[in-house]
């Protein structure tokens, strides 16, 4: 079996997986084990024929180790897709598709897909669970109105209004994992059943002094916050919000440094690879890598990876004199 703990670099990685016959072998044997399954029926200990694919004696189909995964017809080395990875996984602040493009010696589309398909598999899971004692917060990306040129403004749109601006509602537990979700709006009704989702009941909350939490206690929870607009930050060294507060500063940071650029439609995935690399951030580059692969041979959402080769209308947010704001591109 493969040990993951040998791949301290991309050279590594490379010198491994020297051949497309490694990387298939490899990718089987961190799928199956020992017994191979077929993806279409579930069958067990299907057999591998001359030709390296295997045959299922249940219902008859022939597949691959790449069949159900995100390498599922690819015209690409798997050698490119590991090393891409690897870099993905080794770098803290992400990488963008240009250096995946300049690094794998593949064209900038390509990197995107690649870039993409692999997001698809950091999704968060419905089942995480927070306890003990809970930060949230929202952020508001895109669109500061001072900024904007006269004919281009919108009215009302300070503060927490949504009009030109797309929330991200998020909670940490302290010392522990993140979750952060793009929500249509930041009102009470949206955000209380998604507390309700992910907090256990009878944990202690910390939020800021917004209306929007004013129903925590009602519904089950310890509500403590500080008053950010009176420029109380900290309370009794106990009472604040700055662990979410750095969980968007790492996001911020990450999306201006690497990304420049982030559509609306894909900022899901954007935050979903956010809160993966938080939330593993304990872990060494080649503990990430192997997450990763294991995650990439046995996931089967392809179909809704493929989607993501329609996208024509890419908006795009720019940090410009600490602002943020929505740039629409056409096809
Ligand atoms: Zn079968």
Known sequence: MIDFSNFKSVISVVKHFNNEDVCKQTLAEVRWGDD????????????KRADGRYRCN?????????????????????????????LIS???????????????????????????????LYGQSDAVSLKGK???????????????HESKKTEGTQGRSTKTKTPIFGMVERGGNVVAMKVDNTQGATLMPIVGQFVESGAT???????????????GYEHLFVNHSKREYVR?????????????????????????CVSKDYLPRYIDEQVYRWNTRKWNASQRFEDMFNKAAKSFGYADVLSLSSVVDVVAWRDKHN?????????
């Open 205 to 219: 909350t910390y939020t800021d002094e917004a209306n929007i939490y004013h129903n925590l206690t009602k519904n």
């Open 236 to 260: 009794a060294n106990d009472i604040h919000t700055n662990g979410i507060e750095g969980f968007w500063a790492h996001f911020k940071r990450v999306v201006f440094s690497t990304y420049h």
């Open 36 to 47: 191979v399954v077929c993806p279409h029926c579930g069958q067990h200990h299907c057999v």
């Open 58 to 86: 249940h219902c008859k189909h022939n597949f691959s180790c790449l069949t159900g995964t995100i390498f599922e017809n690819t015209k690409l080395p798997l050698q490119k897709w590991f090393i891409a990875m690897y």
């Open 134 to 148: 809970v930060e949230m917060d929202e952020m508001y990306l895109g669109g500061r109105e001072a900024n904007k």
């Open 323 to 331: 602002s943020y704001y929505w740039i629409a591109k056409t096809a």
């Open 90 to 120: 080794s770098h803290k602040k992400g990488v963008s598709s240009c250096q995946i493009m300049r690094d794998c010696e593949v064209c900038q589309k390509t990197a995107w897909f690649i870039l993409h398909k692999i997001r698809g």
